[in-house]
């Protein structure tokens, strides 16, 4: 791997350029083995003639497939925002600053889909996600614009303040951290993160390098070099030029003439090992798994079946396991991060505060029969009622569907066997007595 590509506040392949803008522009030198301690954000090096660089990663099918599924399901799951009340219930709040911003429109050019899509893109490629905060009087927040990770770089000031400084068109400009939103992923020292792509650079190398071996092999009509054998003849330089020219379809390019004809005693041998003996698929489907593995993303959940049925025996099992190990780590942050740097600093404390939390359900919710029984036992134990269970299967609400029911026999065992006649009118549910 090439480790001298040098880059100023996060951005890689600048060079020497890189260290007069640096200098003029107070912007930091970042090397991969020196500078910040978590690195750059990009991938960068080589391995053999292979240049690894972000672009050409996402040009992997198991690195677009990770970062495809990731960024959409944890997108697709919708945030809800609840207040505290002083009886330590809570109660959703639909009409808070906050959740009208992230179920109507988080900016002038984007769906809440698209803008959350973007930001998980990019903690999924470069550990960290960065938008743009716009504030009105009051404080709340109207408007956020994602930034490229690799154009932002995160340092304390003299002060000890948080500070981030964007590569803009115009220049480099400092803001502070209310001016940022950030969105964290895995990392050392909790104010930037590590960069997958980055830190995975050689194993991706690695994968790159091999399907370019594969596209040179299949581009040059699936033949290997070969050597040319003349016997006991010497040729001089005339005549080792003519047999080049006359024998360099059989060993190069595109195949021409099916036929080719040896005369003299002149004989071929390949120089190098064919794709089979160099188990070329089997290195290319361990490198599926190599590359599910740094993204966290069960090899099944990219179309690679190999050794499928190691997480449970159901989809939902399956689903499940998935979530708790690797999504759960994008909702997390999400929730900390709005709640941390979105919501106001009155809505933070105190009995009214705002919590922020995934609904979770369509993605767990199982099959037909599970989801039956489930509304089921929630309805008739007085937890959801009829209402709220149908509000989970995007059911109308019903009259009289807003006062929990518990089934009669559920009484204390002290009143086990006491009369079970019907209570009159305006009498408590559960026998009370005289």
């Known amino acids: 791997m090439a480790d001298s590509n040098y880059s100023v506040d996060l951005q890689t392949n600048s060079g020497i350029w890189a260290r007069l803008v640096s200098w ?9 083995d020196s500078g910040q ?12 003639e292979s240049e690894v660089t972000d672009r050409r990663a996402m040009q992997i099918s198991a690195v677009w497939a990770c970062v495809r599924l990731l960024s959409t399901m944890t997108s697709s799951m919708p945030i809800e925002f609840y207040r505290w009340r002083q009886d330590e219930s809570e109660s959703l709040e639909p009409e808070h600053y906050l959740s009208k911003l992230f179920h109507g429109s988080p900016n002038a050019y984007m769906s809440p889909y698209d803008f959350r899509k973007a930001m998980n893109v990019q903690r999924t490629l470069f550990g960290d996600a960065y ?42 400009r400092d803001y502070t951290s209310d001016r ?16 997958p792509i980055a830190n995975a650079s050689r194993t991706l190398g690695v994968a790159i390098a091999m399907e370019d071996q594969q596209k ?19 040729l001089d330089s005339d005549q080792r030029e003519i047999v080049k020219q006359r024998f360099s379809e059989m060993a190069h390019g595109p195949v021409n003439d099916r036929l080719w004809i040896l005369e003299a005693g002149f004989e071929t041998e390949d120089v190098t090992i064919s ?26 959940k990219i179309g690679h079946i190999e050794n499928s049925t190691s997480w449970g025996s159901g989809i939902e099992q399956q689903n499940i396991e998935f979530v708790q190990s690797t999504l759960m780590d994008y909702f997390k942050a999400w929730e900390s ?10 809505d933070r404390r105190g009995a009214n505060r705002i919590r922020v939390q995934h609904n979770l359900e369509t993605l767990l919710r199982g099959d037909s029969t599970a989801r039956a029984n489930f509304l089921s036992t929630m309805t008739r134990n007085g937890v959801y009622t009829i209402n709220e269970a149908r509000a989970r299967e995007n059911l109308p609400p019903v009259e009289g569907g807003d006062e929990p029911l518990i089934q009669k026999q559920n009484v204390p065992l002290s009143m086990a066997g006491e009369d ?15």
């Open 131 to 172: 938008a743009f905060i716009d504030r009105n009087s009051a404080g709340e927040v109207t408007s956020l614009i994602p930034l490229q990770s690799p154009n932002v770089d995160v340092f304390l000031n003299d002060e000890s303040q948080l500070r981030y400084r964007v590569n803009r068109s115009d220049g480099f």
């Open 37 to 48: 301690i978590n690195g750059p954000s990009s991938a960068h090096g080589h391995v053999g």
């Open 180 to 195: 940022i939103f950030h969105l964290k992923g895995f990392g050392t020292d909790g104010i930037v993160s590590l960069s």
């Open 24 to 32: 003029f522009s107070g912007g930091r030198l970042v090397t991969p």
């Open 420 to 434: 079970e006649s019907p209570a009159p009118s305006g009498a408590s549910s559960l026998g009370d007595k005289e």
């Open 337 to 346: 991060a709005i709640e941390r740097q979105l919501v106001r600093p009155s």
């Open 216 to 234: 040179e092999f299949y581009a040059n009509g699936a033949k290997t070099p070969k050597i040319l054998k003349t016997g006991d003849k010497i």
């Open 275 to 300: 794709p089979t003996d160099a188990q070329t698929l089997e290195s290319r489907s361990f490198q599926v798994a190599e590359i599910a593995r740094i993204f966290g993303v069960p090899p099944h």
